[in-house]
């Protein structure tokens, strides 16, 4: 019955390691969006695409790159960890159409990179 | 660019408290504005939200009316219980880009703290 899931909630590797977060939705939405939240708890966009058009790409280092293989999923790899990476890493979802654009939200992801 | 301010936390509260939590934004146009709560460990979950002026928005015991004249839209609710300890962030959605893919703007969250 989860909305937004995300795989792995805890994820803890050495700096330089390559990594992938999943994430998947059951709205039926056609809009999904990569969100970092710092140690202060600040959450800022990274991405987001619509019907697998990537939409948003903020300033973010060109190690992450996002895929998004049908309008469900939304995965997010990072090459070559760096310790400025670790943060917690949510994913949302949203649809396009109904004026208001709420976003719903995975549990996020924790990671750590020592 | 469009922007959100919260208040300083954290705030503290007795149970059965009235909380406020102060909230104002930035925007060009009509933003769409939301609250979000994140218990501790968990994801953020929607709160409440308003899409244009003088909306009020409500769940929970908790509301906040859309104010286009100070830009505000302030949380509040009567009467707090402990269960209520959590983040709150207040956001909007720019208007001027309302279209697929649209990004949240979040403020910087209000750590609530009730004790019974």
């Known amino acids: 019955d989860t909305a937004v899931s995300q795989t792995p909630k805890y994820l803890v590797t050495q700096m330089g390691n390559d990594k992938s977060i999943k994430c998947e939705q059951n709205l039926g939405h056609d809009t999904m969006y990569w969100y970092k939240q710092d140690s202060k708890k600040f959450l800022k966009i990274m991405f987001s695409y619509n019907n697998k058009e990537l939409i948003i790409n903020e300033t973010v280092p060109n190690r992450f790159s996002p895929k998004s293989p049908d309008k469900a999923h939304l995965n997010l790899h990072i090459n070559s960890l760096e310790l400025g990476d670790s943060a917690v890493y949510f994913c949302a979802s949203s649809q396009a159409s109904g004026g208001a654009y709420e976003q719903y939200f995975g549990p996020g992801t924790r990671l750590t990179v020592t | 660019g469009d922007s959100v301010t919260q208040m300083e936390g954290p705030v503290t509260l007795s149970e059965e408290a009235f909380l406020t939590i102060n909230c104002t934004y930035t925007?060009?146009?009509?933003?769409?504005l939301f609250w979000y709560v994140q218990y501790p460990g968990e994801g953020l979950q929607l709160l409440l939200k308003a899409t244009k002026a003088d909306d009020k928005g409500s769940n929970k015991g908790f509301e906040a009316t859309y104010r286009k004249e100070t830009t505000s839209f302030h949380l509040e609710k009567g009467s707090v219980q402990v269960s209520d300890s959590a983040v709150y962030f207040c956001a909007l959605s720019e208007a001027r880009r309302r279209k697929a893919g649209t990004a949240l703007i979040f403020g910087k969250g209000t750590t609530l703290s009730v004790s019974s």
């Open positions: 925007a060009t146009g009509y933003p769409s």
